[in-house]
């Protein structure tokens, strides 16, 4: 039964699609109609889910920092949708000052003013550490994995550039050298 409902999930519409063609060739003006139908059940079901991406926008930039499960609660929609209606909000965010991650198996949102922040004291020069302690005086941050997500998806966003490691380590192995 399980195999069924996955199966139906992830081909429902060409599906669809199908018994709309085969309905043609038994009646066109049945398959019209139905054609129509679920055309109209399209649009509405557009209709819902971008309107409630919208609704999650608004409701997450209300807060520094909420993950799906406080979202969860809070609006009584099911954790499971709220997760989906974030990553497809993570995809899309690539012009919004406010930034969407995925840690593990959960979704945080973090809003513009810490996002702003993290990149200051990145482009200071900060590592992880540093801009975990000076972040977590002003935001209810919980972990330096945190920041690494932060900082590998304002990268891959292109907000931030990448740090050459290379000249850091060589920059510690110098100043060892000249301790001894």
Known sequence: MKIVVKFLKNYWFYLSISILIILFFINSMISIISGIIFALGLIVYYL??????????????????????????????????????????????????WLVVSIKYRCVFYNANLIEKFIDLYNNGLNEKNIFNTLIQTFPIKSRAEIKAIEDNLIEQGKINKRDLTHIKLLTLESEFSKK
């Not at 609704?55 to 099911?78: A, G, R, W």
């Open 48 to 97: 819902i889910t971008s309107n409630f991406k919208y609704t999650l926008i608004n409701f997450m930039n209300k807060y520094q920092i909420i993950e799906d499960h406080q979202i969860s609660e809070e609006l009584s929609v099911p954790l499971e949708d709220v997760r989906k209606y974030m990553r497809i909000i993570a995809k899309k965010q690539k012009k919004s000052q």
